[in-house]
């Protein structure tokens, strides 16, 4: 039962690790989008 859990754990640490840097990237080019329009948008 031990070797169960240290397993899923590890396999949760991976997934979060996983989705953290998809979502770090996506922000990025979020960000990168919004920079984009400010430049190209509206002069204030």
């Known amino acids: 039962m031990r070797c169960i ?3 899923f754990y590890e396999k ?3 997934y979060i690790g ?3 840097l998809i979502n770090k990237l996506n922000l990025s080019k979020l960000f990168n989008s919004f ?3 400010d430049k190209h948008g509206e002069v204030v």
């Open 12 to 14: 949760i640490e991976q």
């Open 18 to 20: 996983f989705v953290f």
């Open 5 to 7: 859990y240290s397993w």
């Open 35 to 37: 920079d984009k329009e």
